[in-house]
């Protein structure tokens, strides 16, 4: 029987699962997947974790393993330590050594804390369920000023599209978010709210139509804008520009830099900059069983848990067109995001500006707030297989 092993289990690797699940069945492929962790961490609702609600981020686990070994998938909850490609081997931190005749790669990208000197978890971030914890509790301090920063993203010079921020969406969700809150609060016009990012403009993977939007909703919350940021390093209560005047927060929020995969460098698939370069249907340029979706992936921009769906879905249908020898089609990319905004209203992007189309849909109001929360819903109530998957 042919066997696939899936590493990784959140927006890719969940993805990559069900697809597997859906195309094949159990007699036809043996599928494994391992991670770490037992329960996914939902992450697109940290944002609500860190604009001062702390226990939302124990409302966000998902069972992955349970929803695997549902299927008739083998879980395997260990770090991954190395890939050899050229013996079909993963290996693992406690467990035998895992062979393989396709392998799906889904582990995502490493947070940069160290590349910029001074900047660490213990500042502040909203990327991982204890720091939005950690974070939210401290909104409800007395402070008069915080900047929210979006760390750069480290790209191979020949990767396209171009992105300056590893990503900027969760500082503007939690802006907006934490700017209705202290507005409740009656706190708002104590605290100066400044968002800092390496961008040119606000939004930068969504399109000219939002971008607008997001710059209006800024001025008009008294939310100030540092675009164009180079770090040079960063202390308790300064931020150090190479190119600007210091700026002084008394709390900062970090998405940190992204600077590509450990374990891909380790396991030599990298592309020399910790990314794993791949074709238009997520093939590794080298070596032609092993694919990479997500985060990981030289062609996986924007960041995001969409892109990586979508990424999953051209990789198992490819494999699967392989499989029985038919030609297959490629995605192709477009960004599908909704950004909380606060007060009760999102905003909606459908578009494929980042990839050179001209399609941009752009809607901001209650109903793209609801479609966001059914969505997140949907995906916790079904465990990530969506009745109906991008």
């Known amino acids: ?71 008739g998938q083998h879980f395997i909850r260990d770090t991954i330590f190395r890939i050899d490609p050229e013996r079909q081997l993963v290996y693992l931190a406690t467990h035998p050594p895992l062979s393989y005749d396709t392998l799906f790669i889904a582990t995502g990208s490493d947070p940069g804390w160290t590349s910029i000197a001074g900047l660490s978890p213990a500042i502040g971030g909203v990327c991982e369920d204890y720091l939005a914890r950690e974070t939210g509790a401290r909104m409800r ?28 969406a969760p500082a503007f969700e939690v802006a907006f978010l934490l700017d209705a809150w202290f507005r409740k609060q009656r706190r708002r016009d104590e605290i100066t709210m400044t968002i800092v990012t390496p961008a040119a403009v606000p939004g930068e993977f969504l399109g000219p139509k939002s971008q607008e939007l997001l710059s209006h909703a800024l001025a008009q919350r008294r939310i100030h804008l540092i675009a164009n940021a180079q770090y040079d390093h960063v202390s308790a209560l300064d931020i150090f ?57 030289t062609t996986a921009l924007p960041k995001i848990g969409h892109m990586a769906m979508l990424q999953a879905r051209n990789a198992v249908h490819h494999f699967y067109a392989r499989q029985h020898k038919k030609k297959p089609s490629p995605v192709q990319p477009y960004v599908l995001h909704v950004g909380w905004m606060g007060r009760g209203i999102g905003l909606l992007t459908l578009s494929d500006w980042l990839y050179g189309g001209s399609r941009e849909f752009v809607h901001i109001g209650v109903s793209s707030a609801l479609a966001k929360a059914m969505f997140n819903h949907s995906y916790k109530t079904f465990s990530g297989w969506l009745p109906v998957m991008p």
């Open 241 to 297: 520009f190479k190119n600007k005047r210091p700026l002084q927060a008394d709390k900062m929020i970090w998405v940190p830099p992204y600077i590509g995969s450990q374990l891909a460098r380790i396991s030599g698939i990298d592309d020399g900059y910790g990314w794993i370069p791949v074709d238009e249907y997520c093939v590794h340029q080298k070596w032609h069983n092993i694919y990479a979706v997500g985060d990981i992936s």
């Open 141 to 168: 301090d007395s402070f008069s000023s915080i900047a929210l920063c979006v760390g750069p993203l480290f790209q191979s010079p020949t990767d396209s599209p171009r992105l300056a921020g590893s990503l900027d």
């Open 1 to 71: 029987m042919h066997k696939a092993v899936v590493l990784g289990a959140r927006f890719g690797g969940s993805a990559t699962a069900y697809w597997l699940h859906k195309l094949f069945a159990r007699d036809q492929v043996q599928v494994t997947v391992v991670d770490q962790w037992a329960l996914m961490t939902y992450r697109p609702s940290l944002v609500m974790a860190a604009a001062a609600h702390p226990p939302m981020a124990d409302q966000w686990h998902i069972a992955m393993k349970r929803r695997c070994e549902t299927a």
